[in-house]
């Protein structure tokens, strides 16, 4: 699913412009592969050959080792058996990679280039070879909170998400809908009958969701009509993986792992199809003025921008309805707190397929073809 997001990414930059690519599969060998619409040729990883190429073998070392770069959206499992022996092999090419194994090895660098483009420019001056996107969670944190993390004005700060079911992948995105489906049709007489009152209607439907015919291969539990506040696997702080990334990759995308901004976080799982949302407490360095925050955040980067603390304003533009598709970061909610006057709170919205995961790659591979590597 990345995969395609990243190819419609790149296709409307016209980021295939004077690339040679070609493009491999795991499991689809020899089937046609994507078009390249704008020009750019696809074929060998010498360039020959133009228009749908068949699909090469995504373990095929020497065809893969022939390339400047690869980019990867197979997740970890593939990264963790292709790459070391490539390596291995001596292929010195740049690794981008939208999976999670090698985003805390000290040979890859966290690209999320509006944040950190100072940390991305590090790396490449300094040799390293892996540029891997982060955690949707983070980044579309980072990307919200970049003016408040520019002036280091955070002292600690809590994220409490709302992640989409994207987040598991397609089926669990077929898989809430399938959900939402079996609630309506198996409610359908009682939300006709407008005389039925709603405590019958609220029984069916709790009846349906602790059903057997409650679909729920994929998320293991009824996400529709109800939430899920497990992510990722345990860890032995009592903190999901997910919840860690927050901390751990946040602060290296900052390039401040040795003196990390401590970060914790509550992840839940909604019925949301591709938009995390996330809800901020944050205790600032110092007593900085509402106006004055309104404007730092609002100013860091092209995608932000500010939702007027109010109920038309948050509606229309703070959801994951408004956001969905797009590469916007709405924040908003924004108000100091009554836990004091240096304490902020803030809300957050962004594609988890789009900042989250597949523009921070495009962008990458961008910058290493123009820093001429
Ligand atoms: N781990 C994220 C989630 C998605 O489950 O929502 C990818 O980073």
């Not at 966290?110 to 540029?131: A, E, H, M």
């Not at 004055?292 to 100013?299: P, R, T, W, Y």
């Not at 603390?309 to 709405?330: C, F, H, R, Y």
Request: proline share 4%; charged share 25%; net charge negative.
């Amino acid at each position: 699913m990345v995969g395609s997001v990243l190819l419609e990414r790149m296709r409307a930059e016209g980021d295939f412009a004077g690339l040679s690519t070609t493009f491999y599969s795991t499991s689809q060998v020899g089937e046609e592969g994507p078009s390249v619409s704008d020009g750019g040729s696809q074929g060998g990883p010498d360039g020959a050959g133009e228009g749908r190429s068949p699909l090469a073998d995504a373990y095929d070392l020497s065809a893969l080792s022939q390339h400047d770069a690869i980019l990867t959206c197979q997740g970890g499992d593939y990264t963790k058996q292709v790459l070391p022996q490539l390596r291995e092999q001596g292929w010195n090419g740049y690794w981008i990679d939208a999976a999670s194994a090698k985003r805390m090895d000290d040979d890859s660098v966290l690209v999320l280039d509006p944040v950190n483009r100072v940390v991305i420019d590090r790396g490449i001056d300094s040799g390293i070879k892996n540029f891997i996107g982060g955690n949707c969670t983070v980044s579309l944190m980072l990307l919200a909170l970049d003016g408040l993390f520019g002036e280091d004005l955070i002292e600690w700060m809590t994220c409490m998400t709302y992640q989409a079911a994207s987040g598991g992948g397609a089926l669990h995105m077929r898989e809430l809908v399938s959900q939402m489906a079996t609630i309506g049709e198996k409610s359908a007489d009682l939300l006709e009958d407008g005389g039925a009152g709603i405590l019958p209607l609220d029984q069916r439907v709790t009846d349906i969701i602790r059903s057997e015919g409650m679909p729920i291969e994929n998320f293991g539990a009824p996400l529709a009509a109800s939430l899920l506040p497990w992510i990722d696997r345990p860890m032995d702080s009592g903190e999901t993986r997910e919840e860690w990334k927050a901390f751990a990759e946040g602060n290296k995308i900052l390039g401040r792992s040795g003196d990390p901004v401590p970060i914790d976080s509550i992840c839940v799982r909604v019925g949301a199809m591709r938009c995390h949302s996330q809800a901020f407490t944050i205790k600032l360095r110092k007593d900085v003025p509402l106006a004055d925050i309104e404007a730092i955040l609002k100013s860091a980067n092209d995608w932000v921008h500010l939702v007027r603390n109010d109920k038309e304003a948050t509606l229309a533009e703070l959801t994951p309805a408004a956001v969905s598709g797009t590469l916007d970061i709405p924040i908003g909610r924004v108000r100091k707190t009554r836990l004091g006057d240096d304490y902020m709170s803030a809300f957050s919205v962004g594609d988890q397929l789009l900042w989250g995961a597949a523009e921070p790659l495009r962008r990458v591979l961008r910058i290493l073809r123009e820093s001429g590597v």
